[in-house]
């Protein structure tokens, strides 16, 4: 069998992500999806709510997911498991999902399908190809002048315990079968307590079903990115980088403490330095990033502190965070837990009271109660605390004329 027959037989057998059964019970957890993210990917433009969306080895239920939360969208499916289609064909009947369309489909084959998408979602799939640039290449094929994909990529460094794990089963010859998995499950418990893969058995809930570990421990053929993979990867396919998810595990001047340290990686080239940002941390487990065509107009989405021009645009707060206010403190709080929360004080809080996602980050400022304060006091406040909210991903910045 090979490496590729393999994959395809793992997700017949072994059906991941873990199927849901009631799309309106269940909560909404596609990370890239633009009801999350669509004001960082388009902040030139209104926002639009008939788009056309790919999801890229859809599993079992994402595609259905996208459907559901975006009745107006055409959402088109594809995988390599006919098992994970069933399970989406079986949402799309009970659900009467009538925009959207499943298809068994190689993804490195998506141009047969002859449609172009606005957005494209393939998370978690890539580090399964034989030949992932192959298969972006393909996607990004198929993408709309200012569309975006969204890719996930699993991360080399934070993933070394895993992957130590993954050589220790191939080792004892372990293959999946059920009797196989009772192995894997017992020397997971069997390792030290202070070994570097539990480090992540914390947050991972696929260990808490067969076809999660499977996944995680058992995989024919899993491949790490990092950083500089992820750029190369988006060169070979003729995108370019538009964000990083996280955008502060990705920000050298706000994660690296140590001034001596942080004035070095600062003098580097932005990818240089962003490679020596992963090898500090060590921690990052996951790339999760957003791209768009190398020949898409970049004002269209950079979004630039070193200027003013970011004082006309317009802060708008991700609908998954809560702001709670206490006298002159503001608590922004985000759903995800893993998130630390912001406090913030005195003037800082009255100017980010103030965002309502009509108001400019200037007029955020001076509507707080601000009198005639020099212009550099004004850009250098104001870049400081917007760049601080951007980065935590509580608000996205987009033009004016795009509300």
């Known amino acids: 069998m090979t490496a590729q027959d393999a994959v395809q037989a793992q997700y017949e057998r072994w059906v991941y992500p873990q199927p849901i059964d009631d799309l309106g019970k269940h909560p909404f957890w596609d990370f890239g999806d633009p009801e999350f993210l669509g004001r960082a990917y388009w902040p030139h433009r209104p926002p639009r709510d008939d788009l056309r969306i790919l999801v890229a080895g859809c599993g ?3 595609a259905a997911r996208y459907a559901y939360h975006h009745p107006r969208a055409a959402v088109v499916g594809i995988d390599i498991s006919e098992a ?3 399970h989406a064909r079986g949402l799309q009947a009970k659900h009467k999902l009538a925009n959207l369309s499943l298809h068994r489909l190689p993804l490195e ?34 993408l709309a002048p200012d569309g975006v994909v969204y890719l996930m990529l699993y991360g080399k460094y934070g993933r070394a315990g895993i992957y130590m794990v993954q050589e220790l089963f191939r080792v004892l010859g372990l293959q999946q079968t059920p009797e196989d998995l009772a192995v894997v499950k017992t020397a997971l418990g069997a390792l030290p307590q202070d070994h570097p893969v539990r480090r992540g058995f914390a947050v991972r809930n696929d260990l808490d079903f067969d076809a999660g570990i499977v996944d995680t421990f058992l995989h024919p053929r899993d491949r790490a990115f990092t950083v500089a993979d992820c750029f190369e990867l988006l060169d070979a ?17 706000s994660r690296i403490t140590q001034p001596a340290l942080r004035e070095r990686v600062g003098r580097l080239p932005e990818r240089e330095a962003l490679r020596a940002l992963e090898l500090i941390d060590g921690r990052i487990a996951t790339h999760s990033f957003y791209a768009c065509r190398r020949e898409r107009d970049a004002s269209q989405y950079r979004i630039d502190f070193a200027g003013t021009g970011f004082l006309g ?4 707060a991700r609908p998954n965070w809560a702001r709670h206010a206490a006298g002159d403190m503001v608590l922004l709080q985000p759903a995800d837990t893993n998130v630390p929360a912001i406090e913030l004080r005195e003037r800082r809080a009255a100017v980010a009271a103030l965002i309502d996602g009509r108001r400019t980050v ?7 109660g601000s009198t005639l304060e020099a212009p550099d006091f004004v850009a250098t406040f104001c870049r400081e605390l917007f760049r601080q909210l951007w980065l935590a991903s509580y608000i996205d910045l987009v033009r004016e004329d795009a509300l």
């Open 362 to 368: 200037r007029a955020c400022f001076f509507d707080a």
């Open 313 to 316: 645009m317009v802060p708008v």
């Open 84 to 86: 994970s289609l069933a």
């Open 237 to 253: 396919a003729g995108l370019v980088l538009q964000g990083w998810h996280n955008r502060q595990a990705y920000d050298p001047a």
């Open 60 to 62: 079992p239920n994402a």
């Open 109 to 142: 084959e998506v141009r047969s399908l002859a449609q172009t998408f606005d957005f494209i979602d393939s998370s978690g799939v890539l580090h399964h190809l034989a030949d992932p640039a192959a298969g972006l290449r393909a996607l990004a094929g198929t």
